[in-house]
């Protein structure tokens, strides 16, 4: 059985997620050919790579950064969040402003992370490896928005928050995750007139960028995650809701769908808690 390149995979993602090339965030470490058997799991260290060649694994897969170029870069793919909310009637000087806090604060994290470490051990062991990232959650953001609309299109009535949820619970990614879907901002009986669906763009935009969606009218903001303290930064003068949908469930949206397409093209996938 002819395997796949690590170029291959990479190409895959791009096709699915409507990218030309890769973002800075996602890094093939060690290319490869002919992978047969490949591991795959949210966030690969050196234990998981030792782990793909007990279990006769011929390539890992992370989705999250894992060293090189895809650390060191990685702000600069917060500047999709400039995109995103620009696309939802975001006055762009305002949205860059808004994003202006996380990355200062991601280019400081960035240039503390021990970047080589985990590529040095794929290097060592001649094992194929690679990360996709952005790629990943931008398949994962268009099922999601997807969902939404239509699920909105058949209601007969205002759509609320509880509907959001409802509708993104019809993906079995939320219906079967251990993490309920949350709204640890605003109420699940408000409207949901205006949606962003605020995935694919490194990590959430914590409590300045929601600001700057409900300031423009943006009434519903939808993350994976959001930090207990920006939490309660948005709570203190609320102006719109906060949905977040759960890490695990909502990176499984996307990493889903394209292990799927790898499947299909005889790959075997052996998952690690994704
Ligand atoms: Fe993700
Ligand atoms: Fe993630």
Do not use: W
């Not at 470490?29 to 058997?37: D, K, L």
């Not at 007969?156 to 901002?185: G, K």
């Amino acid at each position: 059985m002819a395997g796949i390149s690590t170029d291959e995979l990479v190409a895959i993602a791009l096709e699915m997620a409507g990218m030309r090339r890769l973002p800075a965030d996602s890094e093939v470490y060690v290319p490869g050919r002919e992978i047969q058997r490949l591991l795959v799991a949210l966030d690969v260290g050196a234990a998981e790579l030792l782990l793909a060649r007990e279990l006769g694994c011929d390539g890992v897969l992370a989705h999250h950064p894992a060293g090189g170029r895809a650390i060191l870069r990685f702000p600069e793919v917060l500047t999709r969040h400039v995109e995103l909310m620009v696309e939802h009637g975001v006055d762009p000087a305002a949205a860059k402003a808004a994003l202006q806090p996380l990355v200062a604060r991601a280019v400081l994290r960035a240039h503390a992370a021990n970047y080589d470490q985990v590529p040095a051990v794929a290097r060592a062991l001649g094992l194929p490896f690679l990360n996709l990232h952005l790629p990943l959650d931008e398949i994962g953001r268009r099922i999601m928005v997807e969902t939404i609309e239509q699920y909105r299109s058949q209601l007969d009535r205002e759509c609320t928050v509880q509907d959001v949820i409802d509708a993104l619970r019809t993906l079995p990614e939320f219906a079967e995750a251990e993490t309920p879907i949350m709204v640890p901002v605003g109420a699940v009986d408000r409207p949901a007139r205006r949606i962003a669906v605020v995935h694919g763009a490194g990590t959430n935009g914590g409590a300045p960028v929601a600001q700057a969606y409900f300031a423009h009218g943006v009434d519903t903001v939808i993350y994976l995650h959001l930090a207990p303290e920006e939490a309660e930064r948005l709570r203190i003068e609320p102006a719109g809701t906060v949905i977040v949908v759960g890490h695990l469930a909502g990176d499984r949206v996307g990493i889903n769908r394209y292990l799927a397409e790898v499947t299909r093209r005889g790959i075997e996938v052996v998952r690690l808690g994704v």
